[in-house]
Every structure is written in C-alpha cells, then in structure tokens.
C-alpha cells in the first residue's frame, strides 16, 4: 500500500473484481477516472484534520462538535461501505460511481458554505455516504478494466497518484487555512468532480457482477449505522454529561442492543453483507481485531496532533500539514520493500514488529510536548511500523479465507479499519476533555491567579482550542492565562497518545496470540 491513507486491503478489493472487456477497451480512461474519484476522498480525509482547531476557533464550538466533524463521515463511510460495493455490482459500477462522486461534491460545497457547525456535520455525514459508493466503485471498476497481468502496474499507479494527493493535501489545506479560510479546503473537491463526472460520462463503460448475489442486505446496514451511531454518541456526549447520565446510559445500551441485533441479522440473511463464518478462521478475526486497534490509534492519534502543534505549539496551519510528508514517505517508499519480508518471513513477524514500532512512534509523540524536530522524528518511526504492517495485514487476511471471498473479505477489513478510527477518536475525545479540565484546575489551584486570569482558563472548558482571551488583561495576565492553557493541552494530548500507544501494542499482541508461524504465505497475484 503506496497510498497512506488508503484502507489496509483496497489492493485485494480490486484483485477480486473480474476484468469486463467493454471496460479493458477504455482501461485508461477508467484509471483515470477511478484515480480522480478516489482522489477525492483521500485528499478531503487527509486535509481536514489539520483544518480542525480553526474550525472550532471560528465557530466558536466545542471539542465534541469538532469528533462529530470527523466521526459523522466516518460513521456513514464505515456502516455503508460493504452495501455500496453490493450495490456497484448489482446496479451497475459506473452509475453508483457517478452518484458518490456528484453526492460527495455536493455534500462538500455544503460543508465549505456552513453557517454554523450542525449543518456542518450533517454535510459531513453525506459526505460519508458518498465516499461509501465512489471508493468501492473505483476500486471494482480497475478491476473490470484490466486483467489479472495488468492489474500490479494499474494498482501502481492508482496507488502512487492518490498517495501523492493525500500527502501534498495536508500540506496544501494547511496553506489555505493560513492564507485563505478553512472552507476553501472544502471547495477543492467540487472542482476535482468536475473533470471526473465528465470522464465517467464520456468514456467509461458501465459493468457489473453478473455472479453477485441477489438482493443487498439493507436491514443489516441500516442496524450497523444505527448501533454505531448511538454507541458513538454515547461516548461523545459523555464527556459533557458524565458517565451516570441518562441519556449517555440510554445510548450506549440502545447502541449495544443494535449492534447485536446486527450480528443476529447478519446470522439469518441469506447473503449478509457481513458473513459471520469467515470469523470462524481464528486469523481471520486476530487480524480484524488488530487493524480494529492499530487503525483505531492511528486514527485517534492524528485527531489531536493538530491541536497540540496548532494551539499548544503555537506552529501554522501549514507546518502542521508538514508534519504527515514524514508518514506519508516513509508508508509510500517502504510498502514494497515490507511486502518482500513476507516471503521470507511469513505475516507473523511483521505484523508483531510493525505495530509495536507505531506504538513507539506514539510514545515518541507524547514525549515530544509540541516541539516540531521531536514531532517529525516520531512521524517517521510511526510511518515505519506503518510500512512494516499493511501488506503483511493484507497478506494475512488474503490467506485466512478462500479464494473465492477474498473480496468480501477484504470489504470487511477495511471497514473494520474505519470502525476503529471511529470508537477510539470518540472515546479519546471523551477522555480528553475529562483530564483537560481536571488539569485545569490543578493549575488553578497550585497557582495564584487573578479572578480575570480565573475567567480566562474557564472560557477554554469544553473546547480544545486556547479562546480569545477577555478584554482588560494585562499582558502577565495574557501570558498566564495562555501558559495554563497551553501546559494543559500538551499534558492531555500526551496522555492520549500513551493510550494510543498501549493499542497499538496490544495489536502486536493479537498477532502473537492468533496467527501462527508459517512457511511462504499466499500472496496476492
């Protein structure tokens, strides 16, 4: 995996499909096409991050609005990505590419011109349904437009082209944010729809899977987006209102009850989105339980490396954004090096290296406190247990199944990997803003403050973002006021990226317990 911010098995996904000649004959207007649509959602997926502690500053809103920014596209990409492969292939690839690709444009105009941060988050949200169509339609329409011969230099190529547009994209909304707004970031991907929707139009021919199975298991995804909508929101609406409360103890068991109402849908429909005899396979389950926590680590780790170089660090949008080209080099330069270890030494060793160097990258983090060398280093030793990881993980869960599920199977892992960035940033965001208070007041009480400086420390409650400061400050009082702040900040993130840290370990641990030593694995041809 070239592409850093391409989820652990997309390579696999576009194996499984079967080459259609109508599409071989416009293969490279396909790849195309396929590369600007996936384009779109790596580059908005990498950009926005940096973006959020001026969000949250401008709409003048809270830490948990800021989760919801992120989490209500997670949330809709996650529940809805294994029903919009069904669909590509039922309905026609082309159709359901054109209509992820125009909802995701327009979802993402929404989210440039938000008023206020609830429309916002509902622009997200559709943003998520559309980028549940248009990455699985990608990626099945390169696997229609070339046979299995071409297929390694296709997946090259698709995967060097996104990889260098989601690592300039941090860089580029960074820039913006500086130098523009931060809803500009947003409009980017209106304009790259547009050159997409007219190849799709003009060139690629339409296809589908004539052996998919009939009907799409609404009822399962409808409950896997309910259950994880309400546990999220469960864990969001904790920090705010407290463990014991009744709305938090209502949704986090309405979630519970749903989820397992999935996984009893999912036991009785005759073609689940989910098949729950693949989880049979003990490595099939290590391996989606440790993408659930690296993935989950990742994902939550990157949330808050923004606000602590932003807000704490006192560095630019822009220096922000730069911090990534580590990650993203690293990823991109060494995935091809890392799939080489796998026939030497099987999935095993690599995926116990791997994360347990990510989880040193995330310590390195947590000990950096905001200065930027420090920052870059741990980027670079994150990327290289990242580099060690992903295609050994997608090795592992290639030879975990037969080959006839090997595309399903690696839907479900990739949706695994977006389920996991969803729970953990919802949880840590929780944790956050619990310990960034309680430091709050720690400071207040060890220090002799003003009842202005007081006033000051206060108004940062609930956010993540060092607020304007009150008028009438005197300039000690300013440097107090934002020094309280500032220390808090840097000594939350660093325990959020202990807790990172302690998952990414723990993933090692799954591969130690559940996958075996083994001679040559099976590799994807």
């Known amino acids: 995996m070239a592409n850093p911010k391409a989820l652990p098995c997309d390579a696999v996904a576009i194996r499984a499909a079967a080459s259609v000649p109508a599409c071989a004959a416009r293969k490279n207007w396909v790849l195309t096409a396929a590369v600007l ?5 790596f580059v908005d997926e990498s950009v926005v991050n940096v973006a959020l502690p001026t969000i949250e500053s401008d709409l003048r809103t809270t830490l948990a609005a800021m989760q919801w920014v992120i989490n209500a596209y997670t949330l809709c990409m996650s529940a809805l990505l294994l029903i919009g492969g069904a669909a590509a292939d039922q309905f026609g690839r082309r159709r359901m590419f054109l209509i992820g690709v125009s909802l995701f444009a327009a979802a993402s105009l929404a989210c440039g011109l938000a008023p206020e941060v609830m ?50 994209a941090p860089l580029l909304g960074g820039w ?21 929707l007219w190849i799709a139009l003009r060139e690629v021919p339409e296809s589908r899977d004539p052996n998919a199975p009939p009907g799409i298991d609404w009822r399962g995804a409808l409950l896997a987006f309910a259950g994880l909508g309400m546990l999220v929101y469960g864990l969001i609406a904790s920090s705010a209102r407290g463990w014991a409360d009744a709305r938090v103890i209502a949704a986090l068991g309405s979630g519970a009850v749903l989820l397992v ?41 990157f949330f808050f490396l923004p606000f602590l170089l932003i807000q704490a660090g006192g560095y630019s949008a822009t220096a922000t954004g730069a911090v990534y080209l580590p990650f993203t080099l690293i990823v991109g330069l060494l995935s091809r090096w890392s799939g080489g270890l796998i026939d030497r030494f099987g999935a095993r060793g690599p995926l116990l290296i791997g994360p347990a ?5 995330f310590l390195l983090l947590s000990v950096a406190g905001g200065r930027y060398g420090a920052v ?64 709050l007041d720690r400071h207040l009480t060890a220090t002799a403050v003003s009842p202005a400086v007081r006033l000051a420390v206060n108004n940062a409650r609930g956010g993540f973002v060092i607020p304007a400061m009150p008028p009438g400050l005197s300039a ?15 000594g939350t993130v660093q325990e959020v990226m202990w807790i990172a840290a302690a998952l990414a370990l723990a993933s090692a641990l799954t591969a130690a317990v559940t996958i075996k030593a083994a001679g040559r694995p099976r590799r994807p041809s």
């Open 119 to 168: 429309v916002l988050i509902g622009a997200r949200a559709l943003q998520g349904v559309g980028a549940a169509l248009l990455v699985p339609c990608s990626l099945a329409l390169i696997g229609a437009a070339f046979d299995e011969k071409e297929r390694g230099a296709a997946i090259g190529i698709w995967s060097g082209a996104s990889a260098i547009a989601a690592g300039a």
């Open 376 to 439: 870059l280093a741990a980027m670079l030793v994150v990327g290289l247990g990242m580099a060690v990881t992903v295609a050994p993980l997608t090795t592992a869960v290639l030879n975990a199944v037969p080959a006839h599920r090997t595309g399903v199977a690696s839907g479900i892992n990739n949706a695994v990997a977006a389920v996991g960035s969803l729970l953990v940033i919802a949880v840590l965001g929780s944790i956050a803003l619990g310990r960034f208070n309680h430091s």
């Open 261 to 301: 109402g999935f996984v009893l849908a999912e036991y009785r429909e005759r073609e689940p989105m989910m098949p729950l005899g693949l989880f049979r396979s003990r490595v099939f389950s290590g391996v989606n339980f440790l993408t659930l926590l690296l993935y989950g680590a990742l994902g939550g780790a």
């Open 37 to 41: 649509g996936s384009t779109l959602a």
């Open 476 to 490: 000690e009082e300013r440097r107090q006021s934002h020094a309280i702040i500032a220390d808090s900040l840097v």
């Open 357 to 361: 160097l990510s989880g040193l990258g």
């Open 176 to 196: 913006l944010v500086d130098h523009t707004s931060w809803r500009v970031i947003f409009l980017i991907n209106p304009v790259l729809a547009i050159p997409t």
